[in-house]
């Protein structure tokens, strides 16, 4: 059964409800309304909580084989729906076809790779008299918070490995982007029992009533460092377990002996993707002095090629960004950099549109003090800085209250290494940068994150851990 993309509800106990109240997104590329979604209250997040904790009784017990199967089902009903979930990403999200094809494709990805991994069941003791063994076991209801800049893939990235260790999810969605997320959990119900996967769309004062809730016992948080704190906060009264994915403000450093135009398309594709709006992607380019000025000339040329638009137009690599809000943040840090007198070799204003359109901007050498280095823009604005010493970059990379990503650029690889072991992130690269993948841990250090998602260590973080003291002769 194809999906219809035109009406949205939420999915509670595997029904589709609505709500008497509704509100709607904005498409970014053209400011106008999206189609109407519920707006929830606390009855309807108690429904799906309890609906949760009656499905996590049985949808707990069940085997390792049946969960796979059943993720393997949604996998496939995901697939079968690419296109229309790939155009109503791009209406909703604003990023360019292309962009949202390949987003969907990871998301198909991640839902058959992640159950392909195993926890082990370790015995830590064994001797005639007893067995000890370590286990990890589902933690129970989990609240699922979902960001705007990839709805589908970060609500998958959480979906899977919470279901596949046997937990049941409420997902929420950013109310930016609630309507693939949405059409997810109609594909879910199809394919798990009822209140394994459910969705409830809503406003700002939902995310506060999940994390709140007493019977929800996990929260997954993916979003900014300043929201994380809150979710935290509020997760402490419950003692609940939680994640977070929170901002970046990824260096990159570039040694004088690339191949500079082999990197330029690489590294100008990285700084720029999704107009800037990845917390992973490149926000603070350090290039070597010797090679600064030709870099910096052919970044900027390359850059120039690459098209500013509707998403679905032809061609098209920068999209709006998503909303109005962050519009008008990336519109004060261009301010900024004007009444701070830095020199834009690129962009350095946004002209008026019928969309969030921010064109991309490159701000040559500035401060390290200054807001655009200091700051995660969020948007198409990229500083790129001079260095020397090996030492000194290392610490202008490291000083930072982000600890995210950061990547190392050279053709001499044990240099590399020994400089990318120096920095202070929880996803280092050397010669890429943002390269995921869903049988590797994902997490931030310092105020970007606690915890990890994917890999064996993120289907652990979706566990409590015991200890089972097996005595053979009572």
Not at 193 to 215: C, E, F, N, W, Y
Request: glycine share 6%.
């Amino acid at each position: 059964m194809s999906l219809d993309i035109t009406t949205f509800y939420n999915v509670i106990n595997n029904e589709l409800t609505t709500t008497t109240q509704t509100r709607h997104g904005i498409n970014p590329a053209n400011r106008q309304p999206n189609p109407e979604v519920p707006l929830s209250t606390a009855e309807d997040l108690d429904k799906a909580v309890t609906a949760a904790r009656k499905a996590f009784k049985t949808w707990s017990r069940t085997s390792v084989e049946a969960r796979r199967k059943a993720l393997s089902a949604f996998a496939d009903a995901i697939e079968a729906n690419a296109g229309a979930l790939i155009k109503l990403l791009t209406q909703e999200q604003g990023k360019p076809l292309t962009q949202s094809s390949g987003e969907i494709a990871a998301a198909i990805k991640w839902t058959r790779a992640i159950p392909t991994l195993t926890i082990p069941e370790i015995v830590i003791d064994e001797t005639e008299d007893r067995k000890v063994i370590q286990r990890h076991i589902p933690i129970g209801v989990a609240g699922v918070i979902v960001p705007w800049n990839f709805p589908v893939l970060l609500a998958i990235g959480k979906i899977i490995p919470a279901v596949y260790t046997g937990n049941t999810v409420i997902v929420k969605p950013s109310p930016f982007t609630p309507y693939c997320d949405l059409k997810l959990a109609e594909l879910a119900a199809r394919c798990f029992p009822p209140g394994v996967v459910q969705a409830l769309s809503g406003g700002d004062d939902l995310g506060p009533m999940i994390t709140k809730h007493p019977r929800i016992d996990k929260i997954s948080f993916t979003g900014s460092s300043v929201t994380g704190r809150l979710v935290m906060a509020s997760c402490a009264k419950t003692l609940k377990r939680v994640t977070l994915e929170l901002g970046g403000n990824d260096p990159a450093i570039i040694c004088a002996d690339v191949d500079i135009d082999a990197v330029i398309p690489k590294i100008g594709t990285l700084c720029f993707m999704c107009s800037s709006q990845i917390c992973m992607t490149i926000k603070r380019l350090y290039v070597h002095e010797k090679i600064y000025d030709e870099f910096r000339d052919k970044l900027v040329q390359f850059v120039k090629t690459l098209k500013l638009g509707n998403g679905t137009e032809p061609d098209v690599f920068f999209g709006p960004v998503q909303n109005r809000m962050q519009f008008e943040t990336a519109q004060n840090l261009i301010d900024n950099i004007a009444s701070e007198g830095l020199n834009t070799v690129l962009g350095g204003d946004i002209p008026a549109s019928a969309g969030f359109f921010v064109p991309p901007t490159i701000v040559d050498n500035p401060p390290e003090s200054s807001r655009v280095v200091q700051e995660e823009p969020f948007a198409p604005i990229l500083p790129i800085l001079k260095w020397s010493d090996e030492e000194e970059v290392l610490a202008r990379a490291n000083n930072s209250d982000s600890g995210l990503g950061a990547s190392v650029w050279s053709q001499d690889l044990e240099r590399a290494q020994r400089m990318a072991e120096q920095l202070e992130a929880g996803n280092v690269w050397v010669n890429t940068h943002v390269e995921v993948q869903p049988d590797v841990p994902f997490g931030g250090h310092k105020t970007s994150g606690l915890g990890s998602e994917w890999g064996v260590a993120g289907l652990t973080a979706w566990c409590n851990t015991q200890a089972l003291y097996l005595k053979k002769n009572p």
